[in-house]
């Protein structure tokens, strides 16, 4: 079976301008509801402007994937695999926790929602769940640049879950600048179209074409939410957009075998993460930081650079490392 030209055209163009539309009605709405950012007392002067712009946006392109999807599968007269079910499963399941972090925060009037425990036993719960119900979940892994697969036996569960909460974290930490994360995960939703449509799709049996398919929709639902998301942004995704962003490659990484790779596709979230490791590890060893801020955008924002600066930066350095991923996949 091959890729079927309208279906891409109707897959990222559908899911374009129903976000575009969902954006128009919703933003107004929040505004109403008065579901406004919180700002960490402790951030950047810069953000302190930020205060009270619409939240919880997420939902716009939550719901763009999920009706251009529905759309598209009306088109096609098929339904949705499995993998593609639970792709999106993890991906609500996560976006849920955001909501209920996100709606905390309105509630209580504060930059903090969830406990930190709290957040971690639902993503371990939510995690668990996807890979029990995966159907192909077996241990091999793509090892980039080799062409070989990597088969690791009874430790791959812990790796997968480590990869889904490594993933989801990532995303959220990335989410501090306008336009930040919803074009780093663009970026690599779109290495995950070019390396499902052009170099998996005869290596393992559980990778159908309409995860490609999903993968667009996601891509055009992010494009239209960038339009009210650039800087300067008129809504913030929220935890509901970030953690449900982190799902959502977090399952392409483990049903494609590509978590290797994702080192690269997913590089801005990795550094993210990584850099609030060591500013926490370097405090509490040595009582000093070695960044002014992070994550580690904020490290930028204090040494003058602009928002839209580190944005497009990061956008970059997201744009090379996916297409160095995609290089170590097409060896196969």
């Keep these: 079976m091959g890729v079927n030209t309208g279906t891409i055209v109707l897959s990222i163009g559908s899911a374009l301008i129903i976000s575009l539309i969902f954006g128009k009605l919703l933003i107004p709405k929040l505004k109403e509801l008065d579901v406004g950012q919180q700002i960490r007392p402790e951030g950047p002067e810069s953000h302190k402007k930020k205060a009270g712009t619409p939240t919880m946006g997420g939902i716009i392109f ?15 007269k098929s339904l949705p695999s499995r993998e593609e079910a639970l792709i999106l499963g993890l991906m609500l399941s996560y976006g849920f926790i955001g909501f209920i972090d996100d709606y905390r925060k309105v509630k209580l009037g504060r930059s903090l929602g969830l406990k930190a425990r709290e957040k971690l036993a639902l993503q371990l719960v939510f995690g668990v769940l996807f890979l029990w119900l995966l159907p192909d979940l077996n241990s091999q892994v793509v090892v980039p640049f ?6 690791m036996g009874r430790l791959y569960p812990f790796f997968a879950l480590l990869v889904i909460l490594g993933t989801g974290n990532g995303m959220n930490l ?22 499902i449509f052009s170099f ?18 996601s891509v055009g639902a992010l494009f239209g939410f960038l339009f009210y998301n650039r800087h300067p942004a008129k809504v913030f995704m929220g935890d509901v957009g970030s953690l449900a ?12 075998h590509t978590e290797l790779t994702f080192v690269f596709i997913g590089a801005v979230q990795l550094v993210e993460v990584v850099s609030v490791i060591l500013q926490v590890a370097s405090f509490q060893l040595f009582g000093k930081r070695i960044f002014k801020m992070t994550p580690i955008h904020h490290h930028f924002e204090l040494l003058g650079w ?11 350095f997201s744009l090379v490392m996916a297409v160095i991923g995609v290089m170590g996949v097409s060896v196969l």
Excluded: H, M, N, Q
């Design 62 to 76: 939550i719901a763009a994937i999920l009706v251009s999807r529905l759309i598209v599968a009306i088109y096609t």
């Design 146 to 151: 080799t062409g070989a697969i990597w088969d």
């Design 174 to 195: 990335t989410d501090g600048l306008d336009g930040l994360a919803a074009g780093v995960a663009s970026i690599g939703l779109l290495a995950y179209v070019v390396i």
């Design 200 to 217: 998996l799709g005869s290596e393992f049996s559980s990778l159908l074409w309409d995860l490609g398919y999903l993968a667009l929709a």
């Design 245 to 256: 962003l982190g799902g959502l490659l977090a399952g392409y990484a483990i049903c494609t």
């Design 306 to 316: 602009s928002e839209p600066k580190i944005v497009y930066t990061f956008w970059a």
